[in-house]
């Protein structure tokens, strides 16, 4: 079956760095574009990055451009998005998302990996 299982959450101090992976299986990886989400207490889910199903394009939330950066190994069926001067702002459940590049109706989401930025 589909599992995308998100890992590499925890907790980190402010100006600190975080890697997130996702690990996907159960579809083929490489026909799907994949972005990561997060959901902040209170808020709304909202998009941080977005990389095509063939790593060549991507795309940043404004709060994520120059401090986070997507990345993706079709070889090993895995998303990434590295972090770095992680902001109290950045307190959020961060979950990963496989949209297929074509059909847009056909997509997964992973359960989330909880990241806290806290001193």
């Known amino acids: 079956q589909v599992q995308l299982v998100e890992s590499g959450g925890g907790l980190v101090q402010p100006g600190g760095s975080l890697r997130l992976s996702c690990a996907a299986s159960?579809?083929?990886?490489?026909?799907?574009?994949m972005s990561w989400y997060r959901q902040a207490p209170g808020k709304e889910r909202e998009l941080v990055a977005t990389?095509?199903?063939?790593?060549?394009?991507?795309k940043y939330a404004d709060s994520a451009k120059g401090r986070f950066t997507i990345s993706r190994d079709n070889a090993k069926n895995t998303v990434y998005l590295q972090m770095n001067s992680l902001k109290p702002e950045g307190t959020a459940v961060y979950f990963c998302k496989a949209a297929h590049r074509s059909l847009k109706s056909k997509y997964y989401w992973g359960q989330g990996t909880q990241v806290t930025v806290s001193p």
């Open positions: 990389i095509n199903s063939y790593g060549s394009i991507t």
């Open positions: 159960g579809f083929i990886f490489s026909f799907y574009d």
